[in-house]
Each structure stands twice: as structure tokens, then as C-alpha cells.
């Protein structure tokens, strides 16, 4: 069964970074496509990043600038690079995997920007 898991959320002051990971286990296909989410408290899920194996990225005009989203291909997961991080980050982050024609989701990871 496919399990895709988020890490590296956590406590950062305004200005600070963070590195998120997203990896998908129990498959022997590649990641394809990884697009990350996040959703803060009281609002919907609001897309962030895609970022496809083939090279091909886009950003959410919200982060665009201080995210860098890639594929990690050791680990078959995704990463997302944070930087300059501001309050209004603060939020659960989510990986969405599509390994072959299906689509993933992890469980998220709590980003939380406060001085």
C-alpha cells in the first residue's frame, strides 16, 4: 500500500526557513508530479507549488520568491525549501504524489511562523 509522509515542519520565527519532505513508500514506481498545499486554520486548502520529474514548476503568486519545490530523487519523495518565512505561512502543509496515474496525499505538517 502507498503511504506518502510529510516532515520537517515545525516552530520558526519571521524571516527564518524550513525544509519540508514529502516521501511515498511501498512502491516501486517513481513519483512523478509533487504538489504541495497547505491550509491554514479557518480557511480552505490553497495549492502552493507543483513540480513535475520531467523539470516543469510553478508557483502560487503567495510564495513565489521565497519557496523552491524539487523532486528528491534518492528518496522518491519531494522537498520543499521555505525561506523568508512569513506569519501569515503558518499553516499545515500537504504533499499531493502521482506515481504512475494515481494520485497520494500525506497527512501534513504543521508549519507554525511566530516570533
Known amino acids: 500500500q502507498v503511504q506518502v509522509v510529510e516532515s520537517g515542519g515545525g516552530l520558526v520565527q519571521p524571516g527564518g526557513s524550513l525544509r519540508l519532505s514529502c516521501v511515498a513508500s511501498?512502491?516501486?514506481?517513481?513519483?512523478?508530479?509533487v504538489v504541495w498545499y497547505r491550509q491554514a486554520q479557518g480557511n480552505q486548502r490553497e495549492w502552493i507549488a507543483t513540480?513535475?520529474?520531467?523539470?516543469?514548476?510553478n508557483y502560487a503568486d503567495s510564495v513565489k520568491g521565497r519557496l523552491a519545490v524539487s523532486i528528491d530523487n534518492a528518496k522518491n519523495g519531494g522537498i520543499l525549501q521555505m525561506n523568508n518565512l512569513h506569519l501569515e505561512d503558518t499553516a499545515v502543509y500537504y504533499c499531493k504524489a502521482t506515481i504512475r496515474t494515481r494520485k497520494y496525499w500525506g497527512e501534513g505538517t504543521q508549519v507554525t511562523v511566530n516570533s
Open positions: 511501498g512502491t516501486a514506481f517513481d513519483m512523478n508530479i
Open positions: 513540480r513535475l520529474r520531467a523539470g516543469a514548476y
